[in-house]
């Protein structure tokens, strides 16, 4: 016989397991971002000292340990305020590393030796601010490991004491910093609303898919390594992104955490995780957008 009379304990007891079964899995994430102290144009009341004070404040209340910001010194000589922006990343007791001087793609300098000399010169401001402390990580502009080159440049990484500061997670928020500013400058709110929705859409289904991709991959969520960028849209959008990745399960560790996971053993460009499938011959999903996706390059022309 049925008892009915312990249908409501039986509820209650499966509603209150709901939020136990509906919990994220924790996973580690070190958050690094390009393109200090400059990165896109700048939108109207915007300063750079701004966005990285804005970048650094999110970060901090959000129990941030480390952010490895990626300079481009070539950008100080043109920007009044970039040298405070890495002054002020520094006091906040942040990491830099090495961008190349003028984010020179290893595959398209002129000869191996060119991008050599570019990284060479983009040490500097990063090392005179890092004094006594471990600044020899780079990070590939493009994400560029520069194909044939690739060998011969990470060779000459090693032998200058870089470890290559990898990623297997990003937003795309560069594809949207451009229009951000053409649509603060027409104060186009709707323009801005829109991107804002299709972003953390895309944040949303970037940590679904980092998930599904890293299991099929490794057999395990391996530790992240976060790229973002130093600018006006990334500063706006940074709080609802860390909102995104805290319930998502993030626990927040640094670079060398991170990559002290086998998973980061070989370093080159691209995601190491579509690199490593690539490598072991297993088939990624591609993504597919819920909606179709803005045209962001013409909004706001």
Request: charged share 20%.
């Amino acid at each position: 016989m049925i008892r009915t009379d312990m249908w409501p304990q039986r509820a209650l007891g499966l509603f209150l397991l709901i939020p136990a079964l509906a919990a994220a899995a924790p996973f580690d994430v070190a958050i690094t971002v390009d393109d200090l102290p400059v990165h896109g144009p700048l939108p109207p009341g915007m300063t750079w000292l701004g966005i990285t004070q804005t970048h650094l404040n999110v970060f901090r209340a959000n129990g941030v340990p480390e952010a490895f910001g990626f300079v481009n010194a070539a950008k100080l000589a043109t920007t009044a305020d970039g040298e405070a922006a890495l002054d002020a990343w520094r006091a906040a007791g942040y990491p830099l590393g090495n961008h190349t001087f003028s984010h020179l793609d290893l595959a398209r300098a002129p000869t191996l030796d060119a991008w050599i000399a570019d990284v060479v010169a983009g040490e500097p401001p990063v090392a005179s601010r890092m004094a006594g402390a471990d600044w020899r990580y780079l990070r590939f502009p493009f994400l560029s490991a520069g194909g044939e080159r690739q060998k011969e440049a990470l060779d000459y990484l090693h032998k200058r004491g870089y470890k290559v500061a990898d990623v297997s997670l990003a937003f795309d928020d560069w594809v949207y910093t451009d229009a951000y500013a053409r649509c603060v400058a027409k104060d186009d709110t709707a323009a801005i609303q829109a991107m804002k929705a299709e972003y953390l859409a895309g944040v949303d289904s970037a940590i679904a898919r980092m998930e599904e991709q890293s299991q099929r991959v490794y057999g395990r969520v391996i530790p992240q390594v976060l790229l973002t960028h130093l600018g006006g849209w990334s500063a706006v959008m940074l709080p609802d992104l860390m909102a995104k990745l805290n319930a998502a399960g993030a626990r927040y560790v640094t670079l060398a955490q991170a990559q002290s996971d086998p998973a980061y053993s070989v370093p080159g460009g691209g995601s190491v995780i579509t690199r490593t499938a690539s490598l072991r011959g297993i088939s990624l999903p591609q993504a597919k957008p819920a909606a179709p996706p803005l045209e962001v390059g013409k909004l706001c022309r």
